[in-house]
């Protein structure tokens, strides 16, 4: 008699009474996490700017770096870093140089010294895989009540400037003469880039936060009519990925972050066949 | 003469080492509709981005009146393909724009047809008209176009220019436009701006085709001005 797949198993013995305390958390963190990622990702696309939020990604290892030195709270330390590294990036963006020949030597510069910096770090043994993956299994309750408050007020401030941000995006020039408080409103957008960044790094680590900024943005697309759908839509796929990432990662017992990134993927994937038929 | 809406002091702007502009002051008053021509690389852009506030001087000033109203058509707008946006959403942008107030103005351009359909998949001349109806939003009392009529064949560029001529009339709006073509400019026309890193000649435009100046700037192709003229070869609903 073959012996059952283990799946099979599993899927029928976890329900919500019983599933277990480190899963359920990495379930709230990540959905929480999609909430961010969705609207912000799409102003990212929109923008032209997934490379940017890679880069300013990178540069986030260095803001863990100073965190374990400092004894900070990693959170608020790679913030207050990506904030730095975003207005000196866009500083340097007036230079002569092409915008992806720019970020082509920032991003793995930032990356690099990030780990040398961590390396570096006296008496200390830090797992760097965990950052540069993230670990969302091993996020506590205190870090989804931290997520919980950072979330409510990224969206609050969201939906305030959700028109004269999307303004600015579609059209910069005509939004200078309109009289919009343009350069104001891309610092705000760089802030929560960076905010939404610095809580995405712990779950899904430095290297792979950007694909669940882009990966549901751009596969939300092929459904909706209108900005705002977009962004919901982009939420909701997050959302999804989140969801398929750990259920696979826990049944397979693959990592869990690139089985998200996966999921997300082949939700992109799908998205474009039913586009095209 | 009434005071000028808008206008620049002695202004220079340097882009990557380059001069682009040099002591240029101009004066745009109310209802004037003044042309702006010069050959590739002259300026024209740059002037009209640092009139607009959108490109800083290095040296001089630009002034405005208090009453100045800005309408702005830029040459194309670079949006993403991905983002989902209607005619209609675009013109909402426009801070405080109503409904109705949006169906009013792309009814004017003729472009009221367009409301529901994708920014992204507009002709050049309907990308035009919705341009035109947004910069309407406005009330302005200075239109502001950089060659609205470069992406359009020859019979597009003519009805353009008389959509432009007529809302001027209908409105007392100004206008400063950047003209594409050295030879044509708008029938309305009162001023001729010859640019070339400085104002070479101004006047109206019969007087700068007989100017030194502008034979020397453009040599051989100096000849007289066309003006855009509206065929009457079809009926309007």
Not at chain 1, 87 to 92: D, G, K, Q, S
Not at chain 2, 3 to 27: C, F, T
């Amino acid at each position: 008699m073959p012996k059952p797949l283990p799946f099979t198993n599993i899927t029928t013995i976890i329900t919500m009474d019983n599933i277990p305390a480190f899963l359920l958390n990495a379930l709230m963190g990540g959905s929480l996490l999609a909430l961010l990622t969705g609207p912000l990702g799409c102003l990212l696309v929109w923008r032209k700017m997934a490379f940017f939020g890679d880069a300013l990604a990178h540069a986030a290892l260095l803001g863990v770096a100073l965190a374990l030195f400092l004894q900070l709270p990693v959170t608020f330390a790679v913030m207050g870093i990506g904030a730095v590294f975003a207005i000196v990036l866009l500083a340097l963006q007036r230079s002569d140089l092409a915008n992806d020949t720019l970020l082509g030597i920032l991003s793995p510069t930032a990356l690099s010294l990030g780990i040398i910096a961590i390396n570096l770090l006296p008496g200390v043994r830090v797992d760097l895989t965990g950052y540069l993956f993230g670990d969302i299994l091993a996020i506590s309750h205190a870090d989804i009540l931290t997520l919980a408050i950072g979330v409510a007020v990224a969206l609050l401030i969201l939906a305030r400037f959700w028109t004269q941000l999307l303004a600015v995006t579609v059209a910069r020039d005509l939004a200078v003469v309109d009289g919009y408080p343009v350069a104001r409103l891309e610092l705000l957008l760089l802030l929560l880039t960076a905010m939404v960044i610095a809580a995405g790094v712990q779950m899904v680590g430095v290297l792979l936060i950007t694909a669940l900024l882009i990966i549901p943005a751009a596969t939300a697309r092929a459904f909706v009519h209108t900005p705002a759908q977009m962004a919901l839509a982009a939420s909701g796929i997050s959302l999804v990925a989140v969801m398929g990432g750990l259920a696979c990662s826990y049944v397979w017992d693959i990592p869990t972050s690139p089985a998200i990134v996966a999921a997300a993927a082949s939700l992109f994937t799908i998205s474009r066949l039913i586009n095209r038929s | 003469m009434t005071e000028p809406l808008l206008s620049a002091h002695n202004i220079y702007v340097s882009l990557g080492g380059r001069d682009v502009l040099q002591d240029v002051s101009l004066a745009l008053h109310p209802g004037e509709i003044v042309s702006l021509i010069g050959p590739n690389g002259a300026g024209k852009t740059t002037l009209l981005r640092t009139l607009l506030g959108l490109q800083a001087a290095h040296r001089g000033h630009v002034s405005r009146a208090p009453s100045l109203r800005l309408g702005y058509v830029p040459q194309k707008l670079n949006i993403d393909p991905l983002l989902p946006l209607t005619v209609q959403s675009f013109l909402q942008l426009w801070p405080g724009a109503s409904a109705s107030h949006i169906e009013g103005c792309l009814d004017i351009t003729g472009a009221k047809h367009l409301a529901t359909r994708p920014l992204q998949k507009l002709s050049g001349g309907e990308y035009q008209r919705v341009l035109l109806a947004r910069a309407l939003l406005n009330a302005p009392n200075l239109l502001v176009l950089d060659e609205p009529a470069q992406a359009l064949d020859v019979h597009g560029q003519a009805s353009l220019y008389e959509l432009i001529g007529a809302l001027a009339r209908s409105t007392g709006c100004g206008v400063l436009v950047v003209s594409h073509d050295l030879h044509i400019v708008m029938r309305q026309t009162t001023r001729v701006i010859c640019l070339h890193q400085h104002i070479c000649c101004q006047g109206h435009p019969a007087e700068v085709e007989r100017d030194p100046a502008y034979a020397a700037l453009f040599g051989a192709d100096a000849k007289a001005f066309a003006l855009y003229q509206h065929h009457h070869d079809h009926h309007h609903g």
